[in-house]
Nanobody
Framework: QVQLVESGGGLVQAGGSLRLSCAAS????????LGWFRQAPGKERELVAT????????YYANSVKGRFTISTDNAKNTVYLQMNSLKPEDTAVYYC???????????WGQGTQVTVSS
């Protein structure tokens, strides 16, 4: 199992930036690909970005490409989501997730609120 603790959400004006952090722990953490989901009120959950621990393989949703960057700090077992040029439609609760090799999401963070005002 893997445990995930997020931080870094908050309120920002449109065009601003925020960085989310996700600290991962557990004996098998290196076996997982980490990423971020988000869910806005009344909307379906959306996979935003994922990364492997080498940093060589990343995925981004079309809605965030060119604005968000996912990265890792292996020494700290931490994954970051740098969010630039934020838009009101980025407002959501962001969840850090751990994806197994088999494709299941075996770990979820508690969620952190990101609110972008217009």
């Amino acid at each position: 199992q893997v445990q995930l603790v997020e931080s870094g959400g908050g309120l920002v004006q449109a065009g601003g930036s925020l960085r989310l952090s996700c600290a991962a722990s557990g004996r098998t953490v290196s076996r997982y690909r980490l990423g971020w989901f988000r869910q806005a009120p009344g909307k379906e959950r959306e996979l935003v970005a994922t990364i492997d621990w080498s940093g060589s393989s990343t995925y981004y949703a079309n809605s965030v490409k060119g604005r968000f960057t996912i990265s890792t700090d292996n020494a700290k077992n931490t994954v970051y989501l740098q969010m630039n040029s934020l838009k009101p439609e980025d407002t959501a609760v962001y969840y850090c997730v751990a994806k197994s090799v088999g494709g299941s999401y075996d770990g979820w963070g508690q969620g952190t609120q990101v609110t972008v005002s217009s």
